[in-house]
């Protein structure tokens, strides 16, 4: 093969590159002809012509190339959204990349665990020290100790918390 | 480089509304991509029933990955939606495969069943032709078949390619002008069969 085959051969693929892409946007292909040295080259030279019509040949054969129908695709459309409906943690990625708030359901949850705990060992608390102590500062002295109780226990019950609502 | 399409704009509207936390707009990019992902990966693994999952695999993957599709360097989801389906397959294939080296399976030839023509009725010279590209396109090494399909089959720019592949635009442009020639190749031969076949 000859330099000036390559460099026509180049100049037939730029060719046919805005072939392509035009069709694209819909411009009628046809428009694009040849410029004048190609065509006084492929006129002479057999090689070139092969590989012109060649080209030509694949790009309107590619086109029509046989595509397959999604077998049961309603149903892959409903089992994809199916899958990413049940996603698990997703929203709480986004949420940690600022995208969306954290799911609230399960926030409301883990609050209400947490306000129940609370309630719990402070009342636990208080029966246990009310009777020993002074009335006056039965109370006072009960919830400050249920305080810092719940102060030193607060890592461990929001462990617990985690565990029974799910991200 | 192609402008956006209507498509392309919808696409990008889904993304951003999906982020936003309304994951029904998700399905938006399913059901106007399935059937291009599908057919890629078909082309890539063959078995419809496995391409059909793999349809499913891209697509979750593209949900949690959504954050990261980068809308400056992508400029479109088709391409970002390709390139993870196509990774999908690539390890799909590592697993079926995992006696044979990835770089085999990239460049290794599927199927080497002769091409044949049967159909010798007169205006059937391009149909013949399609069916004959068909069959060499299966011939061809993965990454040669992937791009001949993305441009010509799918009309993807070079851009779009490169992105879906995950090679520069240079790369591309060889591995399409080396597809054509096998194809070329390929087809030359099997017309040299069809004659001495009598067609
Ligand atoms: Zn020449």
């Given amino acids: 093969m000859s330099m000036v085959c390559n460099k026509i051969k180049e100049d037939l693929d730029s060719l046919f590159d805005q072939i392509v892409d035009t069709s694209l946007s819909g411009a009628d292909a046809a428009s694009l002809s040849l410029p004048a040295i190609c065509q006084a080259h492929l006129s002479h030279c057999q090689n070139c012509r092969d590989y012109h019509s060649a080209n030509l040949m694949f790009f309107e054969a590619a086109s029509t190339l046989p595509t397959l129908a999604v077998p049961r695709h309603e149903e892959l459309t409903a089992s994809i959204m199916q899958a990413v409906m049940a996603e698990k943690g997703s929203d709480n990625y986004l949420a940690a990349q600022g995208a969306i708030p954290v799911h609230a359901g399960a926030s409301a949850r883990k609050h209400d665990l947490w306000l129940l705990s609370t309630s719990c060992l402070a009342f636990a608390t208080m029966t246990a020290y009310g009777s020993t102590l002074d009335e006056s500062f039965c109370n006072i002295t009960a919830w400050l100790i249920s305080l810092l109780l719940l102060l030193a ?9 985690e565990k029974e609502v799910p991200a | ?15 951003k509304e999906t982020l936003a936390g309304d994951r ?5 990019l399913v059901v106007r991509h399935q059937n291009l992902i599908f057919n890629i990966l078909a082309r890539m693994v063959t078995e419809q029933e496995v391409a059909r999952d793999l349809t499913q695999d891209a697509f979750l993957k593209a949900f949690r990955n959504l954050r990261q599709f980068d809308q400056k360097q992508y400029r479109a989801v088709r391409p970002w939606l390709v390139k993870i389906a196509t990774n999908s397959a690539l390890d799909y294939l590592r697993q079926v495969k995992s006696t044979v080296s990835f770089e085999q399976i990239m460049s290794e030839e599927p199927y080497l069943e002769p091409i044949s023509a049967s159909d010798t009725s007169i205006d059937v010279e391009r149909i013949l032709f399609v069916e004959k590209l068909n069959q060499a396109l299966s011939l061809l090494p993965l990454r040669y078949r992937q791009a001949f399909i993305l441009r010509y089959q799918y009309e993807f720019s070079y851009d779009e390619i490169g992105k879906a592949m995950q090679e520069n635009e240079n790369t591309v442009r060889t591995l399409l002008f080396r597809a054509k020639e096998r194809l070329r190749k390929l087809i030359l031969t099997t017309g040299k069969a069809d004659n001495v076949n009598g067609l």
């Fill in chain 1, 153 to 161: 226990l607060k890592p461990l019950i929001e462990k617990a918390t």
């Fill in chain 2, 1 to 15: 480089m192609q402008g956006r399409t209507e498509g392309d704009i919808d696409d990008l509207a889904a993304v």
């Fill in chain 2, 24 to 28: 029904h707009a998700f399905e938006r």
